[in-house]
Protein backbone atom coordinates (compact mmCIF):
# COMPACT_ATOMS: atom_id res chain seq x y z
CA UNK A 1 0.00 0.00 0.00
CA UNK A 2 2.92 2.39 0.68
CA UNK A 3 4.79 3.90 -2.00
CA UNK A 4 8.23 5.24 -2.35
CA UNK A 5 8.81 8.82 -2.57
CA UNK A 6 11.06 9.08 -5.73
CA UNK A 7 14.59 8.06 -4.56
CA UNK A 8 14.42 9.33 -0.98
CA UNK A 9 14.31 6.90 1.21
CA UNK A 10 10.82 7.65 2.48
CA UNK A 11 8.18 6.21 1.86
CA UNK A 12 4.13 7.38 2.39
CA UNK A 13 0.36 6.49 1.98
CA UNK A 14 -1.05 6.93 -1.48
CA UNK A 15 -3.16 9.90 0.01
CA UNK A 16 -2.06 12.70 0.96
CA UNK A 17 -4.06 15.49 2.89
CA UNK A 18 -3.88 18.85 1.36
CA UNK A 19 -4.54 21.75 3.39
CA UNK A 20 -5.19 24.01 0.95
CA UNK A 21 -8.26 26.72 0.25
CA UNK A 22 -10.27 24.35 -2.20
CA UNK A 23 -11.58 22.25 0.53
CA UNK A 24 -11.44 25.47 2.78
CA UNK A 25 -11.32 23.11 5.83
CA UNK A 26 -7.93 24.99 7.34
CA UNK A 27 -7.99 28.50 5.88
CA UNK A 28 -12.26 28.96 7.43
CA UNK A 29 -10.79 30.75 10.71
CA UNK A 30 -10.14 29.39 14.30
CA UNK A 31 -13.60 29.24 15.78
CA UNK A 32 -14.32 26.57 18.18
CA UNK A 33 -17.12 24.99 16.15
CA UNK A 34 -14.13 24.75 13.20
CA UNK A 35 -11.82 23.59 15.25
CA UNK A 36 -13.89 21.08 16.53
CA UNK A 37 -14.95 19.99 13.31
CA UNK A 38 -10.89 20.09 12.13
CA UNK A 39 -10.37 17.54 14.64
CA UNK A 40 -13.13 15.25 13.43
CA UNK A 41 -11.60 15.10 9.67
CA UNK A 42 -7.81 14.75 10.93
CA UNK A 43 -8.40 12.45 13.17
CA UNK A 44 -10.46 9.97 10.47
CA UNK A 45 -7.63 10.75 8.03
CA UNK A 46 -4.87 9.48 10.49
CA UNK A 47 -6.71 6.78 11.25
CA UNK A 48 -7.43 5.72 7.76
CA UNK A 49 -3.59 5.61 7.24
CA UNK A 50 -3.34 9.15 5.79
CA UNK A 51 0.62 10.50 7.18
CA UNK A 52 1.48 13.56 4.87
CA UNK A 53 0.21 17.11 5.26
CA UNK A 54 0.75 19.61 2.76
CA UNK A 55 -0.05 23.02 3.54
CA UNK A 56 1.73 26.25 2.58
CA UNK A 57 2.55 29.87 3.98
CA UNK A 58 -0.16 31.80 1.57
CA UNK A 59 -2.76 29.58 1.85
CA UNK A 60 -5.25 31.55 4.15
CA UNK A 61 -2.29 33.98 4.30
CA UNK A 62 -1.04 31.41 7.30
CA UNK A 63 -3.90 30.51 8.70
CA UNK A 64 -3.68 26.92 7.06
CA UNK A 65 -0.54 26.30 8.71
CA UNK A 66 -1.75 27.37 11.83
CA UNK A 67 -4.42 25.20 12.16
CA UNK A 68 -2.15 22.24 10.96
CA UNK A 69 -0.08 22.94 13.61
CA UNK A 70 -2.97 23.45 16.69
CA UNK A 71 -4.67 20.42 15.30
CA UNK A 72 -1.63 18.20 14.88
CA UNK A 73 -0.63 19.03 18.47
CA UNK A 74 -4.25 18.60 20.28
CA UNK A 75 -4.39 14.98 18.79
CA UNK A 76 -0.48 13.98 19.42
CA UNK A 77 0.10 12.91 16.46
CA UNK A 78 3.05 15.32 15.37
CA UNK A 79 5.42 12.57 15.86
CA UNK A 80 3.12 10.24 13.60
CA UNK A 81 2.89 12.15 10.45
CA UNK A 82 5.06 14.42 8.12
CA UNK A 83 4.35 17.40 6.98
CA UNK A 84 5.49 19.52 3.97
CA UNK A 85 4.88 23.20 3.56
CA UNK A 86 6.08 26.07 0.70
CA UNK A 87 7.50 29.28 -0.16
CA UNK A 88 6.21 31.68 -2.51
CA UNK A 89 8.50 34.43 -3.28
CA UNK A 90 7.63 38.27 -4.01
CA UNK A 91 9.34 41.12 -5.94
CA UNK A 92 10.62 42.52 -2.88
CA UNK A 93 12.47 39.20 -1.65
CA UNK A 94 14.20 38.62 -4.85
CA UNK A 95 17.01 41.32 -3.59
CA UNK A 96 18.26 38.43 -0.73
CA UNK A 97 16.38 35.19 -1.74
CA UNK A 98 18.30 32.84 0.53
CA UNK A 99 17.27 35.27 3.58
CA UNK A 100 13.46 35.40 2.77
CA UNK A 101 13.35 31.28 1.88
CA UNK A 102 14.62 30.88 5.83
CA UNK A 103 12.54 33.91 6.94
CA UNK A 104 9.59 32.23 5.46
CA UNK A 105 10.21 28.78 6.64
CA UNK A 106 10.73 30.17 10.26
CA UNK A 107 7.54 31.91 10.55
CA UNK A 108 5.85 28.22 9.03
CA UNK A 109 7.47 26.08 12.06
CA UNK A 110 6.02 28.53 14.15
CA UNK A 111 2.55 28.74 12.77
CA UNK A 112 3.00 24.71 12.77
CA UNK A 113 4.16 24.35 16.32
CA UNK A 114 7.71 21.65 14.93
CA UNK A 115 11.07 21.96 14.57
CA UNK A 116 11.62 20.95 11.13
CA UNK A 117 9.31 20.19 7.99
CA UNK A 118 9.92 16.85 6.02
CA UNK A 119 9.63 18.95 2.68
CA UNK A 120 9.66 22.50 1.52
CA UNK A 121 8.61 23.55 -2.13
CA UNK A 122 8.73 26.79 -3.94
CA UNK A 123 5.06 27.85 -5.03
CA UNK A 124 5.89 30.26 -7.57
CA UNK A 125 5.95 29.28 -11.02
CA UNK A 126 8.44 29.00 -13.29
CA UNK A 127 8.93 30.42 -16.80
CA UNK A 128 11.28 31.87 -19.11
CA UNK A 129 11.05 35.10 -17.93
CA UNK A 130 9.85 36.65 -14.52
CA UNK A 131 6.14 37.66 -14.51
CA UNK A 132 5.20 36.08 -17.72
CA UNK A 133 2.16 34.31 -15.07
CA UNK A 134 1.43 35.55 -11.95
CA UNK A 135 3.82 35.32 -9.51
CA UNK A 136 5.93 33.23 -11.59
CA UNK A 137 9.70 33.04 -11.62
CA UNK A 138 12.63 33.01 -14.42
CA UNK A 139 14.72 30.11 -14.92
CA UNK A 140 17.69 32.20 -13.23
CA UNK A 141 16.16 33.47 -10.37
CA UNK A 142 16.32 29.53 -9.41
CA UNK A 143 19.14 28.56 -10.40
CA UNK A 144 21.96 31.63 -10.64
CA UNK A 145 23.83 31.97 -7.35
CA UNK A 146 22.39 32.90 -4.53
CA UNK A 147 19.02 32.08 -5.62
CA UNK A 148 15.85 29.95 -4.69
CA UNK A 149 17.83 26.59 -4.71
CA UNK A 150 20.81 27.96 -2.75
CA UNK A 151 18.45 29.25 -0.74
CA UNK A 152 16.13 25.97 -0.36
CA UNK A 153 19.33 23.97 0.41
CA UNK A 154 20.72 26.52 2.96
CA UNK A 155 17.50 25.56 5.20
CA UNK A 156 18.24 21.62 4.13
CA UNK A 157 21.93 22.34 6.34
CA UNK A 158 20.23 24.24 9.09
CA UNK A 159 18.00 21.25 9.41
CA UNK A 160 14.78 23.38 9.28
CA UNK A 161 13.89 21.07 6.24
CA UNK A 162 14.59 17.78 5.39
CA UNK A 163 14.06 17.55 1.23
CA UNK A 164 13.19 20.20 -0.92
CA UNK A 165 10.87 20.82 -3.83
CA UNK A 166 9.05 22.28 -6.58
CA UNK A 167 5.41 23.59 -8.09
CA UNK A 168 4.88 22.35 -11.36
CA UNK A 169 3.26 25.34 -13.12
CA UNK A 170 5.00 27.52 -15.66
CA UNK A 171 6.29 27.17 -19.12
CA UNK A 172 7.53 23.20 -19.97
CA UNK A 173 11.03 24.04 -20.84
CA UNK A 174 11.72 26.42 -17.80
CA UNK A 175 10.12 23.80 -15.39
CA UNK A 176 12.37 20.68 -17.31
CA UNK A 177 15.14 22.60 -16.98
CA UNK A 178 14.95 23.11 -13.10
CA UNK A 179 13.97 19.59 -12.92
CA UNK A 180 16.94 18.65 -14.73
CA UNK A 181 19.18 19.84 -12.33
CA UNK A 182 18.60 16.76 -10.43
CA UNK A 183 18.86 18.55 -6.82
CA UNK A 184 15.27 18.76 -6.08
CA UNK A 185 13.38 15.77 -4.48
CA UNK A 186 10.06 16.50 -5.26
CA UNK A 187 7.58 18.04 -7.59
CA UNK A 188 3.57 18.76 -6.94
CA UNK A 189 1.92 18.77 -10.52
CA UNK A 190 -1.66 19.20 -11.97
CA UNK A 191 -2.74 15.66 -12.77
CA UNK A 192 -5.83 14.25 -13.32
CA UNK A 193 -8.44 12.29 -15.19
CA UNK A 194 -9.18 15.10 -17.27
CA UNK A 195 -5.25 15.24 -17.98
CA UNK A 196 -5.61 11.52 -19.37
CA UNK A 197 -9.21 12.11 -21.20
CA UNK A 198 -8.08 15.04 -22.47
CA UNK A 199 -4.27 15.65 -23.08
CA UNK A 200 -3.32 18.90 -24.16
CA UNK A 201 -0.19 19.04 -26.31
CA UNK A 202 1.09 22.48 -25.42
CA UNK A 203 1.26 24.74 -21.71
CA UNK A 204 -2.12 26.29 -21.11
CA UNK A 205 -2.48 30.19 -20.76
CA UNK A 206 -2.55 29.79 -16.55
CA UNK A 207 0.31 27.43 -16.37
CA UNK A 208 -0.49 23.73 -16.80
CA UNK A 209 1.84 21.75 -18.11
CA UNK A 210 1.52 18.64 -20.46
CA UNK A 211 1.88 16.38 -17.52
CA UNK A 212 2.58 12.78 -18.96
CA UNK A 213 6.65 14.24 -20.28
CA UNK A 214 6.96 15.70 -17.18
CA UNK A 215 5.97 12.40 -15.00
CA UNK A 216 8.62 9.97 -17.24
CA UNK A 217 11.00 13.03 -16.70
CA UNK A 218 11.03 12.77 -12.85
CA UNK A 219 10.99 9.34 -12.68
CA UNK A 220 14.27 8.96 -14.88
CA UNK A 221 15.54 11.33 -12.20
CA UNK A 222 14.50 9.57 -8.90
CA UNK A 223 12.13 12.85 -8.56
CA UNK A 224 8.70 11.64 -6.09
CA UNK A 225 5.76 13.34 -7.75
CA UNK A 226 2.73 14.40 -5.88
CA UNK A 227 -0.56 14.70 -7.78
CA UNK A 228 -2.82 18.08 -7.12
CA UNK A 229 -6.07 19.39 -8.42
CA UNK A 230 -6.91 15.60 -8.39
CA UNK A 231 -10.56 16.46 -8.28
CA UNK A 232 -9.96 19.51 -10.34
CA UNK A 233 -10.89 22.19 -8.16
CA UNK A 234 -13.98 20.35 -7.09
CA UNK A 235 -15.29 19.73 -10.65
CA UNK A 236 -14.28 15.81 -10.54
CA UNK A 237 -16.95 15.62 -7.80
CA UNK A 238 -19.44 17.28 -9.30
CA UNK A 239 -19.10 19.83 -6.58
CA UNK A 240 -19.77 23.44 -7.11
CA UNK A 241 -17.00 26.05 -7.20
CA UNK A 242 -15.84 26.86 -3.98
CA UNK A 243 -15.20 30.42 -2.69
CA UNK A 244 -11.67 30.59 -3.73
CA UNK A 245 -12.06 29.71 -6.95
CA UNK A 246 -14.21 32.74 -7.53
CA UNK A 247 -11.22 34.98 -6.30
CA UNK A 248 -7.88 33.01 -7.14
CA UNK A 249 -6.13 34.26 -10.41
CA UNK A 250 -4.75 30.79 -10.98
CA UNK A 251 -7.58 28.47 -11.66
CA UNK A 252 -10.02 30.44 -12.21
CA UNK A 253 -13.91 30.15 -12.41
CA UNK A 254 -13.37 29.89 -16.10
CA UNK A 255 -10.99 26.91 -15.87
CA UNK A 256 -13.55 25.24 -13.56
CA UNK A 257 -16.25 25.68 -15.42
CA UNK A 258 -14.32 23.99 -18.59
CA UNK A 259 -13.52 21.17 -16.55
CA UNK A 260 -17.10 20.98 -15.22
CA UNK A 261 -17.84 20.07 -18.61
CA UNK A 262 -14.98 17.39 -19.17
CA UNK A 263 -16.04 15.98 -15.87
CA UNK A 264 -19.85 15.02 -16.74
CA UNK A 265 -18.75 13.34 -19.97
CA UNK A 266 -17.13 11.09 -18.37
CA UNK A 267 -19.75 9.73 -15.65
CA UNK A 268 -21.32 7.06 -18.90
CA UNK A 269 -17.82 6.20 -18.55
CA UNK A 270 -17.94 5.01 -14.95
CA UNK A 271 -17.23 0.71 -14.39
CA UNK A 272 -20.61 0.01 -12.50
CA UNK A 273 -21.20 0.73 -8.88
CA UNK A 274 -18.45 3.36 -9.27
CA UNK A 275 -18.62 7.12 -7.82
CA UNK A 276 -16.82 9.60 -10.14
CA UNK A 277 -14.65 10.75 -7.12
CA UNK A 278 -13.62 7.46 -6.40
CA UNK A 279 -12.57 7.08 -10.32
CA UNK A 280 -10.50 9.96 -10.02
CA UNK A 281 -8.63 8.74 -7.18
CA UNK A 282 -8.11 5.66 -9.12
CA UNK A 283 -7.25 6.68 -12.12
CA UNK A 284 -4.31 9.39 -10.77
CA UNK A 285 -3.17 6.44 -8.52
CA UNK A 286 -2.84 4.00 -11.25
CA UNK A 287 -0.39 6.25 -13.32
CA UNK A 288 3.33 4.95 -13.38
CA UNK A 289 5.50 7.32 -11.25
CA UNK A 290 2.97 9.15 -8.73
CA UNK A 291 4.04 8.97 -5.04
CA UNK A 292 0.68 10.09 -3.55
CA UNK A 293 -2.35 11.62 -4.71
CA UNK A 294 -2.85 15.66 -2.68
CA UNK A 295 -6.68 15.60 -1.60
CA UNK A 296 -8.44 18.18 -0.30
CA UNK A 297 -11.09 17.42 2.61
CA UNK A 298 -13.88 18.95 4.11
CA UNK A 299 -15.52 16.21 5.40
CA UNK A 300 -14.73 12.44 7.08
CA UNK A 301 -17.25 11.43 4.61
CA UNK A 302 -14.66 12.83 1.67
CA UNK A 303 -11.71 10.78 3.42
CA UNK A 304 -13.82 6.98 3.02
CA UNK A 305 -14.62 8.17 -0.44
CA UNK A 306 -11.07 8.84 -1.52
CA UNK A 307 -9.97 5.10 0.23
CA UNK A 308 -12.30 3.57 -1.77
CA UNK A 309 -10.94 4.74 -4.98
CA UNK A 310 -7.76 3.22 -3.03
CA UNK A 311 -9.32 -0.12 -2.51
CA UNK A 312 -10.23 0.49 -6.61
CA UNK A 313 -6.42 0.81 -7.59
CA UNK A 314 -5.59 -2.43 -10.40
CA UNK A 315 -2.19 -3.59 -9.72
CA UNK A 316 -2.16 -4.42 -13.57
CA UNK A 317 -3.70 -1.12 -14.62
CA UNK A 318 -0.54 0.83 -12.97
CA UNK A 319 1.76 -1.01 -15.28
CA UNK A 320 -0.56 -0.45 -18.87
CA UNK A 321 0.10 3.35 -19.80
Known amino acids: MRRPLGSTNLSLFPIA ?17 MFRRQLDVLARAIDGGIDWFDTAAGYGDGRSERALGRVLWELDARHRVRVATKVRLTASDLEDIPAAVERSLRESLDRLRVPRVALLQLHNSITDRRGQLPTSLAVDDVLRPGGVLDGLERVRRLGLAERIG ?16 GRFHTLQLPFNALSLAFPQETDSPIGELPPVPIISLCASLGMGVFAIRVFAGGALALAPPSDYTHVTKFFTLDVYQRDLERAQSLVPQLPPGMSLPEFAVRKVLSYPGVSAAIL ?26
Open 17 to 33: FGAGPIAGLMTAGDSES
Open 296 to 321: GFGTPREIDVALRGIDCVDPDEKMSH
Open 166 to 181: LTGLGESRAVEQVVRT
